[in-house]
C-alpha cells in the first residue's frame, strides 16, 4: 500500500526489564514496520555523520576507538561525572534522533508503524505519535527480569536505573493501550494480534 500521507504512528514504550523488545518483534513479525530509537540513536553517530563530527571536536580523540568509530564507554563516562557535558551531547542528540524518527516514520510504506522509543514519556516524545501503547508488568517482575537478562547489572543499579524513568503510574496514565507482560511469551503475542488488527482499523480512518 503506498500512499502520501504520514502513517499512524504507535509509540511503544516501558520501564526496564518489561518486555518490549519481545513486544516489538512480536510486531514486527506481523509484518510492521519498527522504528526503534536505540539502533536511531547509533546510526546518527556513526563516523562520517554531523554528530560524529561534533562530538570529536568537543571531546577529542580519547572517545573514539582504533577503529575509527565512537568510543560510548568512555563518553558515558565523560558525560557520566559531569552535568554540563551531559546537557551539551543531549542538546546535540536529541534533535538529531527525532529529526531522524521522523524521516523514518514519514518513509514507512504501511498503514501504522511503532515507534520504540524507552524514554518516550520522560522526554515529551508522545508529540511525535498519534497513540501510546505501554508494555507493563510488576515492578518485582521488571528486577528479576533485567537482572536474568544484563549479568552485569545487580539489582541496587537495575532499581537506579527504574528511578531514573518514569513511574509504573505515570506511564500507565499516559497510555491509551495496555500490554499486560506479566505473563508468557504466548500470551504477549495474543495480545500483540489482537492491537495489530485495532491498529490496522484505526489507521485507515487516519
Not at 30 to 44: E, F
Not at 60 to 70: C, E, M, R, S
Not at 167 to 186: F, K, M, P, V, Y
Amino acid at each position: 500500500m503506498s500512499k502520501k500521507s504520514t502513517p499512524f504512528v504507535v509509540g511503544l514504550t516501558g520501564g526496564i526489564g518489561s518486555g518490549k523488545s519481545a513486544a516489538t518483534d512480536a510486531f514486527a513479525e506481523l509484518g510492521v514496520p519498527v522504528i526503534d530509537a536505540d539502533v536511531v540513536a547509533r546510526h546518527v553517530v556513526e563516523p562520517g555523520t554531523s554528530a560524529f563530527q561534533k562530538i570529536t571536536e568537543h571531546f577529542g580523540n580519547q572517545v573514539i576507538t582504533a577503529d575509527g568509530t565512537l568510543d560510548r564507554a568512555a563518553l558515558r563516562e565523560k558525560v557520566f561525572t559531569d552535568p554540563a557535558e551531559k546537557t551539551w551531547l543531549n542538546n546535540l542528540l536529541h534533535p538529531a534522533i527525532r529529526q531522524q524518527m521522523r524521516r523514518d516514520t514519514e518513509a514507512v510504506d504501511y498503514p501504522y508503524c511503532i515507534l520504540s522509543v524507552p524514554l518516550l514519556i520522560e522526554n515529551n516524545l508522545t508529540t511525535m505519535t498519534d497513540r501510546v501503547l505501554v508494555v507493563d508488568c510488576p515492578e518485582s517482575l521488571q528486577i528479576s527480569r533485567a537482572c536474568a537478562r544484563d549479568k552485569q547489572s545487580n539489582e541496587a543499579t537495575i532499581k537506579r536505573i527504574m528511578q531514573a524513568q518514569a513511574s509504573r503510574e505515570t506511564r500507565l496514565a499516559a497510555a491509551d493501550d495496555i500490554i499486560d507482560n506479566s505473563g508468557t511469551l504466548a500470551s504477549l503475542k495474543e495480545q500483540v494480534n489482537t492491537l495489530h488488527a485495532r491498529y490496522l482499523t484505526i489507521a485507515q480512518g487516519h
